[in-house]
């Protein structure tokens, strides 16, 4: 078994319905290439059922954020706007988040919430306060 530090490192993607009509992806660890794959497949796989008009993606305990899981991000950013459903990135104020997006110029395309219980009652933080 690895060490516990390693343990909050390995990459994790989690599904689930918090809400009607909304899908909460829950990424922890180190999105490496492989993790974005996975988290590619989960969506693929969560999205084909239909229904959403919310998908909130919670980064929070999030420790790496590679360009592969930043492409599948901008990826899923066209889906939604596509498919006419709203996505919410929540915890991307974290360093290992906020730092790769704001050099990529991606930050500005997202609507970012502080906490998983802001982006589910809807209320925004203003874009300055979040950089």
């Given amino acids: 078994m690895p060490p516990l530090d390693d343990l909050e490192t390995l990459p994790t993607v989690e599904a689930e319905e918090p809400a009607p009509r909304t899908l909460l992806l829950r990424l922890r660890g180190d999105l490496d290439a492989a993790a974005a794959d996975q988290m590619t497949s989960v969506l693929d796989e969560e999205l084909s059922h239909g229904g959403f008009s ?10 790496l954020l590679s360009t592969a899981a930043s492409t599948v991000l901008q990826q899923l ?11 919410v990135l929540v915890g ?17 395309l997202f609507d970012i919430r ?3 219980q802001s982006a589910l009652a809807g209320h925004a933080i203003p874009r300055s306060a979040g950089r």
């Fill in 92 to 108: 991307a104020g974290r360093p290992a988040v906020h730092r790769p997006l704001r050099i990529a110029g991606l930050l500005p």
């Fill in 114 to 116: 502080p906490t998983l």
């Fill in 77 to 87: 950013r066209r889906r939604c706007r596509t498919q006419q459903m709203h996505l």
């Fill in 54 to 63: 919310r998908i909130l993606v919670d980064l929070s305990r999030v420790t």
